[in-house]
C-alpha cells in the first residue's frame, strides 16, 4: 500500500482539436471545427470513412481520411454501426489520432482543445504527511506541459512553479526536468507542502 496521499487528475477533453487548413473558398488559411459526424460511403465490399471538417467562417468542409478502400470484413460489426450513427466517443478518438492526422497531413491547433480536470482523491495518508502524490491520466494525448498544469491546478504563477521545482519541492521520477515535459497518462507528479507556506 502506498504510504503516500494520492490524487487522480484526470484530463477531459471536451472539444476534438481544430485543424489549420487552405479555405478554397476563403481562400487562404482557415481553422476548420470537426462536425463530429462521419461519412461513409460504400462501393461493394469497399469502404470509405472520413471524419468531416468544416471551416469556421464559411462552413466549408474538408473530410479527413479514416478508411479507404477498406474490405468491410475488416471493420467490426459495431464499430461500422457507431461510424454510421455518428458516435461522438469515436469522433473523440479519431480527432485525436495522431496516426490519421498524420496521414492527412493536418496541422493541429491544440490550443484550441478546452477541457477540464477531474480531481479524485486515491489514497489518504496521515495528516503530518507533507508529501503529495499526483497521478495523471488522459485517455487522449493532448500537449500539455506540466508547469501549466500546476498552475492551473495548484493557483500559482509560473515562476512560483519554477522557484519551487528548483528548491526541489516538485520532483518525479522522470530524468529530465519535469517541468519542461508534456503530461502522459500515468505520469508521477511529487510536490512537497512545506514548501509552500
Ligand atoms: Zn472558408
Redesign the pocket.
Known sequence: MSYLNTIEWEIVPETIPEVKRN??????K?N?ISSEKFRVNANGPLIDIWLIYQ??????TWNMAIHERTNIKEISKDKYEKFLSNDKELAMEYGFDMNIHNKNRTEIIWDSVKYHIISKELNRAGKMENEQQYIIRCKYQLPIRVDRLLCEKLCISRSKVKDLYEKGAIYSQENSNILKLKIFDGMLICINNKYFE
Not at 55 to 60: D, E, I, L, W
Request: glycine share 8%.
Open positions: 479555405c478554397p473558398k476563403c481562400g487562404e482557415k476548420y471551416c469556421k467562417k464559411c462552413k466549408s
